[in-house]
């Protein structure tokens, strides 16, 4: 061992991991000295970058920027109507309170896509909005009643010598509603401190969905958090960038997007070099190419 070497442990290193040994140290140092929350709360090393934005992604996000027909806070928008899946419950009625009709108002979606409504028979209603399905109940209910109706009156008519009474006019409508949507939910993930899927109550927000999980966590990444939207095969993907710093401290609404059902809000970890690189000011907010315009 050479005993004129001050640090004997970094002696017996190669040149290379003595190097970036005291790279390491001087980066922890001028963090601390910058007094910045990153590299874990100065916690060196930096573990590896366990939710790690894929290289698809990243290309998508950068490529994306700001999209003017997305929905945000300030611009939100009525959802496209909720169409059902099993587990959903609906209530089904008669419009009328006098109403001959006689069902069953609670009715949950079977795992298999239906309804039963007795006498009326079994639905297939998975994949239907309400307005669909109330046309098509109502569409069988009236039939089934009509059918009836006309089978009395022959009955009638029979036992009366041919003389048929005067068929009551009914009205058949029937009004749909759901009132317990199980599918309608947005999903976090990653470096936050609640990850898991949330219902989508309204019109929320990503910024709702970051509060509803419990906030960033010590090791987010908050310039590369990202918005994907589920899309059907073939189509493009949908992947939005979210300006962390700029919706929360400038009030710039333009990534703070308005969530629909599926969503996935995901935040990744951040590397020991973009910690490096976000802690010292290069002049820039350091955030996606399309937040860098606010130095006015």
Not at 159 to 171: F, I, K, M, T
Request: proline share 6%; with cysteine; charged share 20%.
């Amino acid at each position: 061992m050479n005993r004129n070497f001050p640090f004997p442990i970094l002696a017996r290193r190669n040149p290379v991991s003595v190097t970036g040994t005291c790279l390491a140290l001087c980066i922890a140092a001028m963090l601390s000295l910058t007094g910045c929350r990153t590299a874990a709360s100065i916690g060196l090393p930096v573990s590896a970058n366990t939710n790690a934005l894929l290289p698809h992604a990243t290309h998508l996000r950068e490529r994306v920027g700001h999209r003017s027909d997305i929905a945000t806070e300030l611009a939100k928008v009525a959802l496209p109507p909720s169409r059902v899946e099993a587990g959903d419950v609906l209530v089904i009625e008669p419009n009328d309170f006098n109403s001959p009709i006689r069902i069953q108002s609670d009715q949950t979606v079977q795992q298999d896509g239906t309804i039963e409504l007795g006498d009326y028979g079994r639905f297939m209603v998975m994949g239907m909005t309400t307005d669909e399905i109330q046309q098509l109940v109502q569409t069988r209910v009236a039939s089934r009643e009509t059918e009836k109706s006309q089978n009395r009156i022959a009955l009638a008519s029979h036992r009366n010598s041919g003389s048929a009474p005067a068929e009551e006019v009914v009205d058949y409508g029937i009004s749909v509603r759901l009132v317990n949507k199980e599918d309608a939910q947005f999903y976090v993930m990653g470096e936050v401190n609640a990850p898991g899927s949330y219902p989508l109550i309204g019109a929320d927000t990503v910024l709702d969905a970051l509060i509803a999980a419990g906030g960033l966590s010590d090791r987010a990444n908050e310039h590369k958090i990202i918005l994907t939207r589920p899309r059907l095969d073939g189509q493009p993907r949908q992947v939005l960038p979210v300006c962390f710093k700029q919706v929360v401290q400038l009030g710039d609404v333009s990534t703070n997007y308005q969530l629909q059902p599926g969503d996935r809000i995901y935040v990744p970890s951040i590397t020991l070099w973009e910690d490096v690189k976000q802690s010292v000011a290069f002049g820039s907010d350091k955030s996606c190419p399309h937040c860098r315009s606010y130095e006015r």
